[in-house]
């Protein structure tokens, strides 16, 4: 049969074709997995890259799942967790001096500022704004985006809530927990019941003091952004105007004999432990306390409610945040790889949410608030989280005791010592955030 030169052509190819199949089938040609007769999962994916990965206060099998995708992909991570912040931060800070830092870390949302030229941030090039506001809260856009470069992003953003004691509530004939501080202030002289001689015996509310009372000064912070005072504003702190002085007056009463509304002082227990010891009505903390005090009294019957505003009708709420954000190192030889693993640990619902159940936190990815709204545990927190506001603070520990000495002199001075105090205060703040920016 004579073909056609066409047909050879045609023939030929499909020969050709033909014969790169057998041989790939055979292993000649690449493109045929060679699987261990013996073990037909013995195929190891080659590593393309090695990616040291730092946390403090976390359970490294939280991220198994993240470990085990990348891995997939030839990318080993390397979980590092330290138990607290403070031996954490001290070897990561000695780390980055040798230029041994880890590819990814964690750091608190408050001290971007302090780690801010240790980090090779995201550019919004390479995730656009938009994306980002459709991802998170406002308050990650608010604190992690500076001059189009995103700095950090979270798994969790926890709020400050009010913590109540529903038997007490039951006792006094309260049926809910105050929403505004006009509210709240009532409610406390109600729930304060003294002895005799004048002793506190349950105590309305845990306010006024700082040795006593856990994140003392985050609620002072709170007051103070409620109030309407920027705490800082163009490198000065401002802690003498109206406003502040107001919101340090209200957080004081409370630990005042003379006041209306006395119900603590220094003598008193912990705030967490007087609360599980049902010895003191409200107490204002994050979700993370909630843990520490059922584990004190598994059989207490609390309820958790917002934080209470000045007014319920106005149209700006606020709640003071913490929460932890994850970043690359300045030093990473993996940038890319490192930022798309936080990425998809951070913005993936499935990695957030395994998260979210693994740990009992409350959210930060937009998609899970929204699930979250109606979880009995997480309702309030998730809630807050679409308002929180984070006030930035250098060296967050100095500054806080800086606040709590302040609030400790205050309690007992008068008009002149007070506004004397707060100008020592502010000229201390000011030193502080002046060293840092």
Excluded: C
């Amino acid at each position: 049969m004579n073909l056609s030169k066409n047909q050879i052509i045609i023939l030929s190819a499909v020969g050709l074709i033909i014969l790169i199949f057998v041989l790939i089938f055979l292993g000649v040609l690449p493109g045929k997995k060679q699987n261990n007769s013996s073990s037909p999962t013995s195929f190891q994916q080659k590593i393309v890259a090695k990616i040291s990965f730092w946390t403090y206060d976390e359970n490294p099998q939280n991220f198994n799942s993240l470990i085990q995708s990348f891995k997939n992909q030839g990318i080993e991570i390397t979980i590092r967790n330290f138990d607290s912040y403070e031996s954490y931060n001290s070897a990561l800070l000695q780390a980055m001096a040798v230029g041994q830092a880890p590819d990814i870390f964690m750091i608190p949302s408050t001290e971007i500022p302090v780690f801010a030229n240790k980090i090779n941030p995201l550019s919004t090039t390479q995730l656009p704004l938009v994306t980002l506001q459709n991802l998170f809260p406002q308050i990650v856009i608010n604190d992690m985006v500076v001059k189009n470069n995103i700095y950090g992003l979270p798994l969790s953003i926890d709020t400050l809530a009010l913590i109540y004691n529903r038997d007490l509530f039951n006792k006094a004939g309260i049926v809910s927990p105050p929403d505004n501080w006009v509210s709240f202030v009532d409610l406390v002289k109600k729930l304060t019941l003294k002895d005799e001689n004048g002793e506190i015996v349950q105590a309305g509310t845990a306010l006024g003091t700082t040795s006593n009372i856990h994140h003392a000064t985050d609620i002072l912070y709170a007051l103070l952004l409620q109030a309407g005072s920027p705490i800082t504003k163009n490198g000065q702190a401002v802690l003498t105007d109206n406003p502040s002085q107001m919101a340090f007056q209200f957080y004081l009463q409370f630990a005042k004999p003379t006041s209306t509304y006395y119900s603590w002082n220094a003598n008193l227990p912990n705030s967490l432990d007087a609360f599980a010891q049902n010895k003191v009505a409200m107490i204002f903390d994050f979700q993370k306390s909630i843990a520490e005090i059922t584990a004190k009294n598994n059989f207490i019957n609390y309820g958790i409610a917002p934080l209470p505003q000045l007014s319920t009708s106005s149209p700006i709420w606020v709640v003071p945040a913490r929460y932890s954000v994850f970043t690359v190192s300045r030093q990473s030889k993996n940038y890319s790889i490192a930022w798309n693993i936080i990425y998809t640990l951070t913005t993936n619902q499935n990695q957030a949410d395994q998260y979210v159940t693994l740990t009992g936190k409350p959210p930060a990815l937009s998609s899970l608030i929204q699930k979250y709204l109606n979880d009995p545990n997480l309702t309030v927190f998730a809630k807050q989280a679409l308002y929180a506001k984070s006030w930035y603070g250098p060296n967050r520990t100095t500054l806080d005791q800086t606040f709590e000495n302040a609030l400790d002199a205050l309690l007992n001075a008068n008009q002149m010592e007070f506004i004397n105090i707060l100008n020592q205060t502010q000229s201390k703040i000011t030193a502080l955030i002046n060293n840092i920016y």
